[in-house]
C-alpha cells in the first residue's frame, strides 16, 4: 500500500527555518515524483516544489525560489522540503504527492498526483 506521511511542521518566527519531511512506503522514489504543495486557509491549494523521479531533478514556484530547497534520500525513501526564510505568508499546510513517472521532470499541477499525505501544519509568527 503507497503511503506519504509528512512531519516537520510547527509554528516559527518570522525569518526562521524549518525542514519538512515527506516518508514514503510501498513505492521507490525512483519510480515515482514527489511534489511539495501549500494551502493557507481561503487559498486555493499552490505547488511549490517536485522532484523528478528517476533523476532526481527538482523544480520551484517562482514565489518559492531561493527559499525552498527539495532534496531526498534514497536509502531512507524520504524526500526533504527546507524552508529558510520564513514568512508570515508562508503559513499553511503542507503536503507532498507522489504520482508514478516524470524521469526528468515533474509537475507542479496538484491533479497531476494521485497520492496524498494528510499534511503538516506551518504557521509563522510576525
Known amino acids: 500500500q503507497l503511503q506519504l506521511v509528512e512531519s516537520g511542521g510547527g509554528l516559527v518566527q518570522n525569518g526562521g527555518s524549518l525542514r519538512l519531511s515527506c516518508a514514503a512506503s510501498?513505492?521507490?522514489?525512483?519510480?515515482?515524483?514527489i511534489g511539495w504543495f501549500r494551502q493557507a486557509p481561503g487559498k486555493e491549494r499552490e505547488g511549490v516544489s517536485c522532484?523528478?523521479?528517476?533523476?532526481?531533478?527538482?523544480y520551484y514556484a517562482n514565489s518559492v525560489k531561493g527559499r525552498f530547497t527539495i532534496s531526498r534520500d534514497n536509502a531512507k525513501n524520504t524526500v526533504y522540503l527546507q524552508i529558510d526564510g520564513l514568512k508570515p505568508e508562508d503559513t499553511a499546510v503542507y503536503s507532498c504527492?507522489?504520482?508514478?513517472?516524470?524521469?526528468?521532470?515533474?509537475?507542479?499541477?496538484?491533479?497531476?498526483?494521485?497520492?496524498w499525505g494528510q499534511g503538516t501544519q506551518v504557521t509563522v509568527s510576525s
Open positions: 504527492a507522489a504520482d508514478w513517472g516524470y524521469s526528468r521532470s515533474c509537475p507542479l499541477a496538484a491533479a497531476l498526483y494521485n497520492y
Open positions: 510501498g513505492f521507490t522514489l525512483d519510480d515515482y515524483a
Open positions: 522532484i523528478s523521479s528517476s533523476e532526481g531533478n527538482p
